[in-house]
């Protein structure tokens, strides 16, 4: 999704929630100076990867994984993946899933596209550092270099939009439940379950296959 299209969504999320924009920018800030120093990639590194294939986004209630040219995992599906002995082409995470397993599939060879928003500076800060591969950086407000914005707001939707973004011929999505979120530590279910509201919405932009 273009950012002059993804920008109208972006408003209506952030006055249906409240979030600050600026806090946006300044996360996008610190993920632009983190990010120096590491093996960054940009989108034409995933064009190469996805343009012209299959590609599987892949959620955390995913019962079976059927094989794809392209799989993408979330935050809490690279453990679930890891453990079916499948690394992940590409894991789309703004850092609030289980990180010792996107760390583990990093170092693998898994591109670790790392998102900015403002709820997760630190988060950045910490663990950041300890990805030691090939990793993108992205945020939710106007991109800047090194970072992407292919549009969207939760890992769902976003890696939805990167996949289209990259030219994949065909996307599809398994092991992910709209209505009915899983509980994070620390995290109000309510506004995860408001959050997936949009995921839903976002993605029916898009031309994918459900599995």
């Known amino acids: 999704m273009e950012y ?45 990867i996805i343009s012209g294939k299959g590609a599987l986004i892949v959620g955390p209630l995913a019962d079976e994984i059927p094989e794809k040219d392209v799989i993408i995992g979330t935050d ?9 002995g499948i690394l992940p082409d590409i894991i789309v995470t703004d850092l609030d899933g289980d990180l010792e397993a996107e760390i583990e599939a990093n170092a693998g060879g898994s591109v670790a596209l790392i998102h900015a928003h403002g709820d997760n500076i630190e988060a950045l800060k910490k663990y950041l550092p300890e990805f030691r591969g090939k990793i993108g950086g992205t945020v939710q407000t106007r991109p800047f270099h090194p970072l992407m914005n292919f549009g969207g707001f939760t890992d769902g939707d976003r890696a939805v939009f990167l996949a289209e973004s990259a030219g994949a011929e065909k996307i599809y999505i398994t092991g992910f439940d709209f209505e009915r979120p899983l509980p994070k530590k620390g995290k109000d279910v309510e506004i995860k379950r408001k959050k997936l509201v949009w995921a839903k919405a976002l993605i029916s932009l898009s031309d994918v296959t459900y599995l």
Do not use: C, P, Q
Request: aromatic residues 12%; glycine residues 10%.
């Open 76 to 84: 809490l599906s690279t453990a679930l993946l890891l453990e079916r």
């Open 4 to 48: 002059h299209v993804w920008e109208g969504y972006y408003g209506e999320i952030v006055r249906d929630f409240g979030f600050s924009m600026e806090k946006d920018i300044e996360s996008g800030r610190v993920l632009a100076n983190l990010l120096k120093g590491h093996e960054i990639i940009d989108s034409d590194f995933l064009k190469a």
